[in-house]
């Protein structure tokens, strides 16, 4: 019994502890307009290159990688919402119909 008020004071300290640390990782995360603003013009920059090689019907593997690249620091880095992951699903399939090639 004399146990039990330590490891509850320790199970309560750890959770504010967890709270006052996930508060300061979420106000860091905050949105600027800048950020906003990266995001969409590589959204828009994403869209135009994948709809020139759709209508083009061909994508070299240089071009595919460039997308790719661009496509992660969008998705991955920059917090994208997924709206371009069916352009590169399509970008993957007319290299592999153009070249025979997978990736």
């Known amino acids: 019994m004399e146990y039990l008020v330590p490891i509850v004071c320790a199970i309560i300290g750890s959770g504010a502890a967890t709270a006052i640390v996930t508060a300061i990782i979420n106000a860091k995360k905050k949105e600027t307009g800048e950020s906003q603003?990266?995001?969409?013009?590589?959204?828009?920059?994403?869209?135009?290159?994948?709809?020139?090689?759709?209508?083009?019907?061909?994508?070299?593997?240089?071009?595919?990688?460039?997308?790719t690249r661009g496509h992660y620091i969008y998705h991955d880095l920059l917090g994208g919402n997924g709206d371009l992951n069916t352009l590169k699903e399509t970008l993957h399939n007319l290299y592999k119909e153009s070249s025979g090639k997978e990736i």
């Open 37 to 67: 603003g990266i995001r969409w013009l590589m959204q828009d920059r994403l869209e135009q290159q994948a709809l020139k090689h759709i209508d083009r019907g061909f994508i070299s593997y240089e071009d595919l990688r460039n997308w």
